[in-house]
């Protein structure tokens, strides 16, 4: 699962190949079984992903363990430029859409906390937690494998899973379990930051899908 936003009047620096739209729908959808046909795919690919190199306002994509921590960041820094129903709206993939009015503000807003110093001090105060979330659940990883080694012996199921744990085995599963940190499954990164403020900086208003 992940995030897919669409800049609504996105601004064009570079035109898309004109052959590209001969392998699309009217929706701009690829034309799969035309593009192995032709043999064309990997040049599909080449040509639509210079594109969105060259219009960063087109399309900006994070799978939900990226994106969560880059939503929570536009919050913080983004709040007073957004409405509470445009801060609800990255908790969800409906297709509502960030008015082009907000996204200019959005994009003022975050190109100035690059510039001060703020995204580069958010990304610290983050990782550190991150960091310790991270080895917490290693430690956590270990203790696992070593109860099901305990199991194995105890069984002389070499293929076992938690799910088959019994008693006091599956007890102290769960209490690992209990104690698993979820915050180191979500990464903060300063390169996705700036991805994403160049993608609201030239799209003209976007689309949450």
């Given at each position: ?25 009217k929706e701009g959808w690829a034309k799969w079984d035309k ?43 983004c709040g007073k430029d957004m409405t509470k129903r445009d ?75 938690p799910n088959k744990y019994k008693g006091e085995h599956k ?39």
């Open positions: 699962m992940g995030f897919d936003l669409y800049g609504e009047k996105p601004k064009n620096n570079a035109p898309m190949p004109k052959w590209v739209s001969e392998y699309q729908d593009l192995e046909e032709d043999d064309k795919k990997k040049e599909y690919f080449e040509a639509t992903g210079d594109h969105e190199k060259m219009n960063p306002g087109t399309y900006f994509r994070n799978n939900v363990w990226w994106w969560r921590p880059l939503w929570n960041y536009v919050i913080e820094v801060l609800a709206a990255g908790d969800y993939n409906d297709g509502y859409v960030i008015k082009e009015s907000t996204a200019m503000k959005m994009a003022v807003t975050l190109s100035t906390a690059e510039h001060d110093g703020i995204l580069k001090s958010y990304v610290k105060a983050y990782n550190k937690h991150f960091d310790e979330a991270r080895a917490t659940n290693k430690k956590l990883d270990r203790l696992k494998e070593e109860l099901k080694q305990e199991v194995i012996k105890a069984t002389g199921d070499k293929d076992t899973y007890k102290r599963f769960e209490k690992l379990s209990e104690q698993e940190n979820w915050g180191g499954h979500y990464p903060f990164h300063i390169d996705n930051a700036i991805a994403f403020r160049r993608f609201v900086e030239e799209s003209g208003g976007f689309r949450i899908c």
